[in-house]
Nanobody, 123 residues
Framework: QVQLVESGGGLVQTGGSLRLSCATS??????MGWFRRPPGKEREFVAA????????DYADSVKGRFTISRDNAQNTVYLQMNSLKPEDTALYYC??????????????????WGQGTQVTVSS
C-alpha cells in the first residue's frame, strides 16, 4: 500500500521560509508533485518534479520562491518555500505518479496523495 506523509507545515510570518517534506513508502513513485488548497478555493498545482530532479515545473505564482527537489535514496520529496506571502496560506498536498517519469500539472495523473500539511502565513 502506497503511503505519502507530509510534514513541515506551520505558521510563519510574511517573508519567512518553510520546508515541506513528503515521505513515501510502499511503492517507488515516478513523477511527484505538490498541490495546495487555499481557504475556500479549489486545489491547485504548485510544483512538480520528474524522476530525475533536472525536470521541474512551477506555477507562476510560486516561481522563483519555491523549489521542489527529491532524494530517491530516502524516498522523500521536498518543497522549499521562501519569501512566503499570505496568499500562500493553504493545505499543501504531496502527490505521486505510479506511471510517468516526467512532470505533470494534472491531478488526474497522480494516483497517490498524502493527507496534507497546513501552511499559514501571517501578514
Amino acid at each position: 500500500q502506497v503511503q505519502l506523509v507530509e510534514s513541515g507545515g506551520g505558521l510563519v510570518q510574511t517573508g519567512g521560509s518553510l520546508r515541506l517534506s513528503c515521505a513515501t513508502s510502499g511503492l517507488t513513485l515516478n513523477g511527484m508533485g505538490w498541490f495546495r488548497r487555499p481557504p475556500g478555493k479549489e486545489r491547485e498545482f504548485v510544483a512538480a518534479i520528474g524522476w530525475t530532479d533536472t525536470s521541474t515545473d512551477y506555477a507562476d505564482s510560486v516561481k522563483g520562491r519555491f523549489t521542489i527537489s527529491r532524494d530517491n535514496a530516502q524516498n522523500t520529496v521536498y518543497l522549499q518555500m521562501n519569501s512566503l506571502k499570505p496568499e500562500d496560506t493553504a493545505l499543501y498536498y504531496c502527490a505521486g505518479r505510479r506511471f510517468g517519469r516526467f512532470t505533470s500539472r494534472r491531478e488526474s495523473d497522480f494516483s497517490a496523495w498524502g493527507q496534507g500539511t497546513q501552511v499559514t502565513v501571517s501578514s
